[in-house]
Structure formats: C-alpha cells, structure tokens
Nanobody, 121 residues
Framework: VQLQASGGGLVQPGGSLRLSCIAS????????MGWYRQAPGKQRELVAK????????TYVDSVKGRFTISRDNAKNTVYLQMNSLKPEDTAVYYC???????????????WGQGTLVTVSS
C-alpha cells in the first residue's frame, strides 16, 4: 500500500492551498483517512480526519472554519482544502489512512511521504 500526497507549497498569509492524497495497493477497506502535520520543533498533530462510517469529520480546533477535509471513496483519495492560511500553519503535512490490506483482519495505519506547506509573506 502506498499513500502519495501532493499540493504543498509556498503561500502568503490569507491564501489557500489544496492537498491531495491517493491510497493505492491491495486495499480491502479504508476505515478512515486524514491529515496530520508537524511543525519544526513540535510533535506531529492531527489536523483533520474523516471516518468512512461517520458523517462528521474531526478537526483540530486551530483549523476549524478554515480547513475542510473531503474524500472521494471511489478513488481512495482524501483532500484538504486550506483557506485563510496563517504562518502558524507552516508544517510538513502527512496523509494517513487506517485500512485493511488484502485478507488481513486488522486495520493498520499507513502514512504518506509528507508535503511541505509554508505560509509566509
């Protein structure tokens, strides 16, 4: 299984970016897909997560009202639309998927390679 993230870059404060992440491989079922971020000198934190069997995604308080997570289940893809970006949003963003591979009975966490988002004027 591979998770391929894209869409990071440099943006000015107040700007927008859209991250994408595609999961590929012998995927039986995806329980959840989401985004985490890690800023320099800080621990990785959950930004947003969407569970397949739940209608309401989870967001960290600092991004509520600015970021929106969405999924295309047919394409095993998760998106993160980031609006009104702030310098404190600067971080490496990692996509994550909790999924079952092939005949496995357990769900496991998989991670993408990370994409850098820099918010600066």
């Amino acid at each position: 299984v591979q998770l391929q993230a894209s869409g990071g870059g440099l943006v000015q404060p107040g700007g927008s970016l859209r991250l994408s992440c595609i999961a590929s491989g012998n995927i039986f079922r995806i329980m959840a897909m989401g985004w985490y971020r890690q800023a320099p000198g800080k621990q990785r934190e959950l930004v947003a997560k969407s569970y397949t069997d739940e209608d309401t995604p989870t967001y960290v308080d600092s991004v509520k009202g600015r970021f929106t997570i969405s999924r295309d289940n047919a394409k095993n893809t998760v998106y993160l639309q980031m609006n009104s970006l702030k310098p404190e949003d600067t971080a490496v963003y990692y996509c994550n998927a909790d999924l079952r591979v092939g005949a496995a009975l357990q769900y496991s966490a998989y991670w993408g390679q990370g994409t850098l988002v820099t918010v600066s004027s």
